[in-house]
């Protein structure tokens, strides 16, 4: 035991010296972050991807963006029991999740979104407090209860079966892996000393006894017991971390350390957290510690506090860790792509002696690395700091602290350019010699084939070098270059010519066998890398103002598909691809396809910013960039995604921008698979998540809404959706989840909204008012054919009448005229009569042609024709009146209605003038609604009888009886007011369709 703290001892003066992994990424959860509170001993991700969190204060469940809190409610009878969460949790065949909390075994039902509850009581009937979950098998849950007793409660059955009892006051249980009995418990409190080991077999004891040290004592405040995937037990202790290759047995290992929990991390490895020491990965064979997790609060995506003391990994690999009362912290160790190579690392804070502003590979494969201040660091290819290289000590005792950059030629020499001046350490070279004078400031060079260096001088102007005969150096201007500015860099191209950029203004290109300027470029930025693959391919230039490519024939610049912005270093691998550095992100660029990737802070990168020019590939293929206190060191062919599956999730979902309403039948937005809304609930909102946690802000889902969208549509996780203003129909929302990488999972979801249309879009609608309209137009058609048949009516009694009365008038004037010729009797009276007769018929043709022609619909045209019967009609003594107070003369009036009230009119005229012997005669027309009424009074002698349609059988009754047949063929009455001496009123009253009553607003009639 004594050599192996030993060779722990050495193991650790060694990890001060240098780290070649980097840390995790780590994100973080608190109370600000909506954490019920900052104790958080226990982390279970289910299989839906949703993370549960304990806390002495309720229950939280975690989806990447946000915290839903569960806190027990008196009114809820299904919800939380007991707001003390004490137990990890565990997730049955039905996805259901079980744990415990102080007052009850709770489990939450993802059917109904809810909790249920089992409670056990003692003899007396009281509750049994104190429930710890320590193990699920065979739908049995495993529970501690009351610090004394072990159950295992049936799960379909809710039925608490009795296992065995355990020691008074145990808080922990452990059941140990692989056992070849039923069962071996490990029970312990916190902090307090002693492990008990149990067994048992069918519910009965078999041993008890209680784990010891090497020494036989017994061991002290256990704080994790585990059992490892090899079976091996783990406890961790404030003193010491034990390995068991059974129980009971003796410890196989013992390893000195104040270790809070522990992590099945591998077959090989453990995760430990150790107090105020962060996280570390061991051997579990030697003990070995190694890539410390440390913490350093500065820096967003490191650990916030040293001391861890729970930690759990779920089952994508995500590694969960606890400061208690602080912070909860995440992540993924496969999230992180790249190693950090440091000198030394105390406390995981950096050394500020340590900027890398240049880096070469020697010829026997070290890495030479020089600082603004800390002089010249040798490395080893894994990115250990090689102290036990040869001329490590004489590096860093000759060469000044104050680099500037460092060259390596063909032959092997290492130029290095300080503030002092420039010095070659080349093989066989010790110590270094210096080449320049004192004071001549060396900024850049550039190593020619054939031996010769060209440097950039501080204060102006580019000089060659050269070994001269007696063996030291000489140098002299380039004169072609103006000598009054400084170059930086210098660069040598695959054709030979030297590129020297005045100023970051413009580029001179040299022939450096003539020492000939060629070409004069403009050139924008500080530059900061330049590389060229071969004599053909493109002169990449990166600089301050992006990335650039250069044709080698023309030197004029070439398209570029990608620019950078601000670029600080640029190194191209093996493949050709460039790595450009730029502030705190990488980028991969391909100069053949154009397509770029970029790096940042949540891959692994540091959050110090990469130093100007500072980049080297080595000849592993390793690419090495020089951040502000550290190195940034990786392979391109282990740069992959991350393959963690994103499972997607609807975080939230609101209709017409409140939360929706969703059916009785599914209760929690996880079960929704449809929904039906109205018309009015057409804007349609939704949260789409991404159930992924190696680093949540980076993950998105891929989505799109069949019916709108027309191609799929990329979103970051939690980004609030809206579709206003959706028209009746069908959608299908279809959506995946990306990680923290952008790989697309293989699961997807999809909802489906249906909105139902208005009534007045239904299709029964559509159909009745279908229907209405048929029987609308075939009204209006029934109509119109109605009216033609009322017309053809019309005219057929007008021709009849026109027939009868022309045929019996014309008849009588044969006859007469036929007589007067036999008998010879053509007197005057004769004529007479006959003349009487054809006037009377041409006058009722004239009345029946007036009567068919619709022209004289207007009622104006019949008073027209009123007047002038009257005029024909009457003596030139009597006195006529007729007026129209009411009428407007857009009022129609049809043909039979005006031939009838003509011939009543005709008829009370005649019998005023030639019975009555009337004076006056006075005519009026009221239009009243829906009626015209024609009134007729005379200050004649009037009727013998009181019911002139009772009088005596002569001209007169016949003629008030003809009145009356008349006006009910045009479904009007009359109404005859005589007295014998008092004169004569005739009322008629004649109906008036709507349709015919006004002329400017409705058809006439054509009747």
């Known amino acids: 035991m004594k050599r192996l703290a030993v060779l722990w001892t050495i193991f650790l003066l060694a990890g001060a010296a240098g780290a070649q992994e980097g840390p995790l990424i780590w994100n973080h959860l608190g109370v600000r972050q909506g954490l019920s509170q900052a104790s958080n001993w226990y982390v279970y991700k289910d299989r839906r991807g949703f993370v549960w969190i304990s806390s002495v204060n309720g229950l939280n469940r975690f989806d990447g963006q946000r915290v839903e809190v569960f806190l027990p409610d008196p009114e809820k ?28 075994v709770n489990v939450y039902d993802w059917r109904c979104g809810s909790f249920r509850n089992h409670v056990l009581a003692d003899s007396a009937g009281t509750p049994v407090k104190g429930y710890r979950a320590i193990h699920l098998e065979d739908s049995r849950l495993w529970v501690l209860a009351g610090d004394q007793q072990l159950f295992a409660l049936n799960l379909g059955t809710g039925i608490f079966d009795s296992l065995t009892p355990v020691p008074t006051g145990t808080q922990f249980a452990h059941r140990v892996r692989g056992s070849p009995t039923d069962g071996v418990l490990l029970c312990y409190r916190m902090d307090a000393p002693g492990v008990q080991c149990i067994g048992y077999h069918q519910k009965k004891r078999t041993n008890v006894c209680s784990l010891t040290d090497e020494n036989g004592n017994a061991l002290g405040e256990p704080r994790s017991v585990i059992s490892d995937r090899t079976n091996r037990v783990w406890i961790a202790t404030r003193n010491a971390l034990y390995a068991f290759a059974s129980v009971p047995g003796t410890p196989v290992g013992k390893f000195p350390c104040n270790a809070y929990d522990l992590v099945d991390y591998s077959d090989s490895t453990l995760l430990v957290a150790i107090a105020d020491s962060g996280i570390w990965e061991m051997h579990k064979r030697s003990g070995h510690r190694f890539n410390p997790q440390w913490p350093d609060p500065t820096q967003p995506h490191r650990l916030h506090h040293g001391n861890i003391q729970s930690m759990s990994m779920d089952s994508d690999g995500t590694l969960w860790a606890n400061a208690d009362g602080y912070l909860l912290s995440y992540g993924h160790p496969r999230k992180r792509k790249f190693d950090l190579v440091m000198p030394t690392a105390p406390q995981g804070l950096p050394n500020p002696d340590f900027s890398p502003n240049g880096m070469v590979e020697a010829a026997d ?22 102290t036990d290289h ?15 950059g460092i060259q390596v030629d063909l032959a092997g020499s290492i130029w290095v350019m300080t503030w002092k001046g420039l010095f070659r350490a080349g093989p066989g070279l010790s110590p270094p010699e210096q080449v320049t004078p004192e004071g001549f400031v060396v900024l850049s060079a550039a190593c020619f084939a054939d031996g010769r260096l060209a440097c950039s001088r501080r204060g102006g102007g580019v000089y060659l070098f050269s070994r001269s005969p007696a063996g030291g150096w000489t140098h002299r201007p380039i004169s072609a270059l103006p000598a009054g500015s400084e170059y930086l860099p210098l660069f040598l191209d695959a054709r030979g010519r030297l590129w020297c950029n005045e100023e970051t203004r413009r580029w001179f290109v040299v022939d450096t066998a003539t020492l000939m300027i060629l070409d004069t470029l403009y050139a924008q930025g500080l530059v900061n890398g330049i590389y060229q693959a071969n004599e053909r391919s493109l002169i990449w230039v990166a600089s301050h103002s992006g990335l650039r490519g250069f044709d080698p024939e023309t030197l004029e610049p070439a398209p570029v598909k990608w620019v950078g912005r601000g670029a600080s270093a640029m190194v191209a691998d093996a493949a050709g691809k460039l790595w450009v550095a730029a502030g705190n ?50 392979h391109p062919n282990n740069i992959r995604d991350l393959d963690v599956q994103a499972k997607p999730q609807l975080a939230s979902l609101l209709i017409n921008d409140r939360p929706a309403t969703l059916p009785q039948a599914c209760i929690s937005l996880e079960n929704l698979e449809s929904l039906n809304l109205s018309y009015r609930e057409n804007t349609i909102s939704m ?23 027309d191609a799929w549509l990329e ?19 279809e ?20 909105i139902r249309p208005p009534f007045w879009k239904t299709l029964w609608f559509m159909a009745l008012t279908f229907i209405t309209a048929v029987l609308i137009v075939a009204s209006f058609v029934y109509l119109a054919l109605s009216r033609k048949f009322a017309l053809q009516t019309v005219r057929l009694r007008l021709y009849e009448n026109l027939h009868d009365d022309l045929g019996a008038r014309l008849t009588a004037i044969a006859i007469a005229a036929q007589e007067m010729c036999q008998r010879g009797q053509a007197t005057a009276e004769k004529l007479d009569q006959l003349a009487g007769t ?24 019949f008073t027209e024709k009123l007047r002038a019967d009257a005029t024909q009609l009457l003596p030139e003594s009597l006195r006529f009146e007729l007026s129209a107070p009411e009428c407007r003369d857009e009022l129609a009036l049809t043909g039979e209605i005006r031939y009838q009230l003509n011939a009543v009119f005709n008829e009370a005229l005649a019998n005023a003038a030639k019975y009555a012997g009337a004076s006056n005669i006075r005519v009026q027309f009221f239009c009243r609604r829906r009626q015209l009424e024609m009134v007729i009074e005379d200050d004649g002698s009037g009727f013998k009888s009181a019911d002139p349609r009772h009088a005596p059988s002569g001209d007169q009754g016949y003629g008030l009886r003809n009145m009356e047949r008349r006006i009910s063929r045009i479904k009007g009455h009359i109404r005859i007011d005589a007295h014998s001496g008092k004169g004569t009123r005739i009322e008629v009253f004649v109906p008036l369709s709507r349709r015919f009553r006004f002329g400017g607003f409705l058809q006439r009639s054509n009747l």
Not at 365 to 386: E, I, K, M, N
Not at 390 to 404: H, L, S, T
Not at 606 to 625: I, K, N, Q, T, V
């Open 715 to 733: 979103a970051q996780a939690g980004s609030l959706l809206r579709y206003p203003a959706l028209q009746p129909g069908t959608y299908r929302l």
């Open 838 to 861: 054809a006037k009377g018929i041409v006058a009722n043709m004239r009345r029946l042609i007036w009567a068919m022609d619709p022209e004289c619909d207007r009622f104006s045209s």
């Open 390 to 404: 040869p001329r490590f000590d004489e590096m860093r005792r000759f060469i000044p602290r104050a680099c500037i």
């Open 365 to 386: 494969g070290t890495v030479w690395v020089t600082t603004s201040s800390g002089g010249v660091y040798l490395f080893h290819p894994d990115g250990r700091l090689a």
């Open 687 to 709: 949260s789409l998540g991404s159930l992924e946690y190696s680093h949540p802000p980076s993950t998105g889902v891929r989505y799109r809404l069949i019916g709108i969208d």
């Open 735 to 754: 959506w995946m989840a990306r990680n923290s990488d952008g790989v697309l999972g293989a699961q997807w979801r999809a909802i489906d909204f249906h």
């Open 77 to 104: 009878p299904d919800g939380l029991a007991g707001e003390n969460v004490q137990s990890t949790f565990f997730e049955d065949s039905a996805g259901n999740i079980w744990f415990t909390t102080f007052d009850a």
């Open 585 to 634: 992100e990488l980028a991969s660029f391909d100069p053949h396809s154009g397509n770029c990737r970029v790096y940042g802070l949540a891959d692994g990168l540091p959050s110090y910013e990469f130093m100007d020019g500072a980049a080297a590939r080595l000849h592993d293929g390793s690419l090495w960039l020089g951040t502000r206190n550290a190195i940034v060191r990786f």
